[in-house]
């Protein structure tokens, strides 16, 4: 199976045909678990998501798994609307959910990030991060590929790689690319963030766009930032003049989703360690601490009922 995938590469990496996003599927999946370790009140906090890079042709996307797994399902021919609901159940109830989408298009030489920040969805669109890798000494085996190490700087954090040539893209986990070779693994220097191929295969499905009315476009800095704000206290941020219903919704397992005006809000406070450091965007916790409400005191609510699935 290794050798007919990596043929398969062979044939069609160079290839770079000019297509929508919408019409391109996906050649291979790679699934990554996505671990984080930061400081709350005094505490080492560490999270673990699970993600998914879709590669086509000359085109990748870099997103939540179980948002993949809605995007796989969907693509199945007379799918029936109660198989797909459970599986979009399923991404609602996603705790730890990694809520950026990153498309990397290699032809326009350009990425596109999305997210939702609040009770509105954001994007922005830049050229594809020219991180200046060090080919350094050192091999690793991840997902049975054997890879080379690289380092590199990228936004306030460095960068230790490690990626697989038997994969000839230039793809990788979030915005790690550039390399000549798929990375499958990569973790910064503060031990803050660490990305994990878990599987290597052939695709199944189509790289799709988030189909989202009313996207606000803004500049790289200001969605970061405003990102990063909004995930250190996401219950202050929202404004309470905006918030017209809050629906409090539970699983069979018991699991709760708080969603406002119809949008899954997650507390994501204790887990948010940027990927993208700004130094004018320092937080100082015990500062902020004194002069603001706990995150969920003082909520003004409006409409909020209960709803068990």
């Not at 690319?177 to 191929?197: I, M, N, Q, T």
């Not at 189509?206 to 995930?231: A, C, L, Q, T, Y």
């Not at 002069?291 to 969920?296: F, T, V």
Request: hydrophobic letters at 30%; one cysteine or more.
């Amino acid at each position: 199976m290794k050798n007919l995938l990596l043929t398969a590469i062979a044939m069609v990496a160079p290839v770079l045909t000019p297509q929508t996003i919408a019409q391109t599927p996906s050649l291979y999946d790679c699934i990554y678990s996505y671990e984080t370790k930061g400081e709350h009140k005094g505490k080492t906090v560490e999270a673990s998501y699970n993600c998914a890079l879709r590669i086509g042709d000359g085109l990748s996307k870099f997103y939540d798994y179980s948002s993949f797994k809605v995007d796989s399902i969907s693509s199945v021919p007379g799918i029936k609307d109660d198989i797909l609901n459970e599986y979009r159940e399923m991404e609602i109830f996603t705790d730890n959910y990694f809520d950026r989408a990153i498309v990397t298009d290699q032809e326009k030489g350009k990425i596109t990030v999305d997210a939702p920040i609040g009770l509105e969805h954001y994007s922005y669109e830049e050229k594809i991060p020219a991180i200046k890798w060090n080919l350094t000494a050192g091999t690793d085996t991840v997902c049975g590929y054997v890879c080379n190490k690289a380092e590199g700087d990228y936004q306030g954090r460095h960068w230790t790689v490690w990626y697989a040539e038997e994969i000839p893209v230039p793809f990788g986990p979030w915005k790690l690319s550039g390399l000549p070779g798929l990375v499958l693994k990569g973790e910064d220097d503060s031990g803050s963030h660490r990305f994990s191929a878990v599987s290597f295969r052939q695709g199944n499905g189509m790289i799709s766009e988030r189909k989202i009315p009313n996207v606000m476009k803004i500049s790289h800095d200001k969605f970061e930032k405003m990102k990063n704000k909004f995930d250190r206290n996401p219950m202050n941020s929202i404004p309470q003049e905006s918030i017209s219903d809050i629906t409090v919704r539970k699983d069979k397992g018991s699991r709760g989703a708080i969603l406002i005006n119809g949008i899954r809000i997650r507390d994501t406070g204790k887990n948010c360690v940027p990927l993208e450091i700004f130094p004018d965007d320092k937080t100082d916790e015990k500062q902020k601490s004194s002069k603001k409400r706990d995150s969920k005191d003082d909520i003004k609510v409006i409409g909020i009922h209960t709803h068990t699935k």
